[in-house]
């Protein structure tokens, strides 16, 4: 079902005229009230009148995630503070966040664009939704939540954890549609059988999965596994969360921007070029409509490439591929953005150890594993076992409240971290071997 | 009265402890009395040894991450009861051992035994005022 048939089938040339408009709006709202943008505009002597056609974009700077830590937690908004109703935030360490806020018409789009979503899914009214993606800071939950009561299924806040209880509850209340990263569909699963349950045998007949990078193979496994069709669903919390584009259950090829909203270009990550339709590259996107806080040309750090070729659904909006990778250094675990840097701004406040240091993350039944081996030096060093042992206990703790993950902590000996020319290999990521 | 111990982190994999007696091996320093500590992931290897300085010098210089830790060594009558009249003394003066390990004597009557106490200074008072004989550093390392 297509639940906003206007938009998301208009002619391209309409589509492309609107997001002109739209763009020349945008390019002049931020000028007006967004000093950051007004001075980058200014140093590149471009004016908001400049903007005549589509592909002046690339007219307009770039906007970087460090821009948003920079002007940490509202130096980007565009509205003041009273017109702004939600605030969502990505883990960060002190002062190292990104703030995003909504207006009252931005918590709007986004129920409408995530009703779109859920209705590209295959999911209608009468759906039942199991939403396990975390209520809280994160966009995932309330996200999905208000997407799915703006299309008027029925949604279930499960939030995120309590696994038994999820898998009990799911064959209790009979949802016909699950909402989580993927890892955690099969983790989810796994939990059941272990309790009896076959999520099989039960009414689930959809599953939307994001916030994690995921591959065709693993989408066969969770549909045999759970006897469903498995959606991918993608957003950022800096463009807005979850529904920035959605896989429709039709084709399963590609996921449709809401181009009405989001205007994307694929850029070369080195040079900063646009790149031409089909290249492969980094998705770069300039929101349209945002009020709150409206961002232009931002580097997503995803490598994709579009497709504006018609879809069978109906659809005439641009597909992106499937996230294959990213262009910087960023981790996702359990839907959890983390940057190495941050781990090292922890270790480095955690009694000051040496920022030697690695990442190895893996994935054991079906959920991410993330160990942070530590060189010890004489700093830190005891002779008894529980003083390690604590300093151990605390650096997990630290990565838990900070950054909202669990992680390991490992000690151990120094120059043990293999060093590639002098530089220390920061990370291993087993989890694309083993998928 | 004091001993100086050395204390030696190493992660829980084979090899680690061989390439420590290596280093003191080709150092001539001698092992005077051992113990080590092991959690899953890793151990703390603690050493008397003949030449501290030497040692630690050469583990350092070998890679390791090396601590020193004052320790008492304490004589013990070799006879039923003799640890415990010692460690119930302790107990009275509410001094806490972290952690100890038996020294292997051949020469004396007296088992040795290492002592790592939370209070080293009121513990080494306390067993000398009871007259408990204790082995300085000097003659251990020279043992």
Redesign the interface.
């Known amino acids: 079902m297509i639940f906003d048939v206007e938009h998301e089938t208009l002619p391209r040339e309409e589509l492309e005229a609107l997001q002109l408009r739209r763009l020349q709006n945008v390019v002049a709202r931020v000028y007006e009230n967004v000093p950051f943008y007004r001075k980058k505009l200014d140093e590149l002597g471009v004016k908001p009148t400049h903007i005549q056609k589509l592909s002046d974009v690339t007219l307009l700077p770039f906007t970087e995630k460090q821009d948003l830590r920079n002007h940490y937690p509202f130096g980007l908004f565009a509205v003041s503070r009273e017109n702004i109703v939600r605030l969502h935030s990505s883990s960060g360490t002190t002062g190292k966040a990104t703030v995003v806020g909504y207006t009252k018409r931005d918590i709007k789009n986004w129920g409408q664009l995530v009703a779109r979503s859920l209705a590209a899914a295959g999911v209608t009214t009468g759906d039942f939704i199991h939403n396990a993606y975390g209520y809280g800071l994160f966009t995932g939950g309330l996200g999905v939540h208000y997407g799915a009561e703006e299309l008027g299924a029925t949604v279930i806040p499960i939030s995120g954890g309590g696994t038994r209880r999820q898998a009990m509850l799911l064959r209790d209340f009979g949802a016909t549609v699950i909402t989580c990263t993927p890892s955690y569909s099969l983790h989810l699963f796994e939990a059941a059988k272990e309790m009896g349950i076959d999520i099989k045998e039960l009414p689930v007949r959809i599953g939307i999965f994001g916030a994690e990078p995921w591959t065709d193979s693993m989408r066969a496994e969770i549909e045999s596994k759970l006897g469903i069709t498995a959606i991918d669903i993608y957003g950022l919390s800096e463009i807005m969360g979850p529904g920035v584009a959605i896989e429709c259950a039709k084709v399963k090829k590609g996921l449709h921007i809401q181009e009405d909203h989001f205007l994307a270009e694929i850029i070369d990550s080195d040079t900063g070029e646009q790149l031409k339709p089909g290249d492969k590259g980094e998705l770069v996107i300039t929101t349209l409509t945002k009020e709150g806080i409206p961002l232009l040309r931002y580097r997503t750090r995803d490598i994709s490439r579009l497709n504006t070729a018609p879809c069978r659904c109906g659809r005439t909006t641009a597909r992106m591929e499937r996230v294959t990778g990213r262009s910087d250094d960023m981790l996702i675990i359990r839907g959890v953005n983390v940057f190495p840097s941050q781990i090292e701004t922890i270790l480095l406040e955690t009694d000051g150890l040496t920022p030697h240091y690695q990442l190895i993350v893996g994935r054991i039944n079906n959920l991410d594993t993330l160990e942070v081996r530590v060189e010890?030096?004489?700093a830190v060093?005891?002779?008894?076992?529980k003083n390690?042992?604590r300093l151990e206990s605390k650096i997990e703790k630290n990565i838990k409240e900070f950054l909202g993950v669990t992680a390991r902590c490992?000690?151990?000996?120094?120059?043990?971290i293999e060093r590639s020319e002098g530089k220390a290999k920061r990370i291993i990521d087993m989890r694309q071997s083993q998928a | 009265m004091k001993v100086d111990q050395l204390s030696i982190f190493l992660e829980n994999r084979a090899g680690r402890l061989a390439e420590v007696t290596r280093i003191l091996a080709d150092s001539g320093v001698n092992i005077r009395a051992l113990s080590l500590a092991d959690t899953s992931d890793f151990g703390i290897l603690r050493l008397i040894v003949s030449d501290f300085e030497k040692a630690k010098e050469n583990l350092k210089a070998g890679g390791f991450t090396v601590g020193r830790t004052t320790v008492v060594a304490v004589e013990v009558t070799d006879k039923p009861g003799g640890l415990n009249s010692i460690l119930e003394m302790l107990r009275d003066a509410k001094i806490n051992v972290e952690y100890m390990y038996a020294f292997v004597n051949q020469s004396g009557a007296n088992a040795v035994i290492i002592f790592r106490f939370d209070r080293t200074d009121q513990a080494i008072e306390l067993l000398q005022k009871n007259n408990i004989a204790m082995v300085p550093g000097e003659t251990l390392y020279k043992m």
């Open positions: 010890i030096d004489e060093f005891s002779d008894q076992i390690l042992q490992k000690l151990v000996e120094p120059k043990s």
